[in-house]
């Protein structure tokens, strides 16, 4: 199913213990397969990607990728986290907060950081869910050293899904 075998981690967390809502940063061929995922199992989940760059958001339209509409084109946009000084900035995908704050899994795979100057530290996206949620939700990180320095070692985010628990 996945051509990515760095993604078999998330693939098994879900059939595992089945997350209802997950929200992925960086949308693609990887939210195809979650969505062909879920549609196996057939428990109610669910998955929303979020897509800066117009240009792979056509293509995963094109693909077929986007056929139950969980790629959603939004903005980037470029803050300061006041407690964080960094010499790169930190980017968020714009989007409506309140909608996802049952979210039960986090994928962090985009945006293109190859695409900015200065090249972008992370993205504080899981940050604000966290907060608004009122609780750690298990993340996956897509092999990005400032996203990882940023939650687990800033933030001490523990719940990253190659580490959780089995039930």
Do not use: C
């Not at 990515?4 to 992925?24: A, H, Q, R, S």
């Not at 998955?47 to 094109?62: G, T």
């Not at 006041?82 to 049952?102: A, G, Q, R, S, T």
């Amino acid at each position: 199913m996945n051509d990515f075998p760095k993604y078999k981690e998330v693939l098994d967390y879900i059939t595992e213990f089945k997350p209802m809502l997950i929200l992925e940063y960086g949308a693609g061929k990887t939210t195809f397969d979650i969505d062909k995922l879920l549609d196996e199992l057939n428990y109610g989940g669910s998955i929303v990607a979020f897509e800066d760059n117009k240009e792979f958001y056509d293509i995963a339209v094109e693909a077929g990728w986007n056929y139950k509409n969980s790629i959603k084109h939004v903005e980037i946009r470029s803050i300061s986290d006041d407690h964080f000084k960094i010499p790169n900035d930190l980017y968020e995908y714009v989007h409506d907060y309140e909608e996802f704050k049952n979210v039960d899994l986090v994928i962090m795979d985009g945006p293109d950081l190859s695409r900015f100057d200065p090249y972008p530290f992370s993205i504080i996206n899981l940050k604000k869910l966290v907060e608004l949620k009122g609780e750690e939700i298990p993340f996956f990180i897509d092999g990005r050293t400032g996203y990882n320095i940023y939650y687990k070692e800033h933030l001490g985010y523990k719940t990253n899904i190659a580490q959780a628990p089995k039930i």
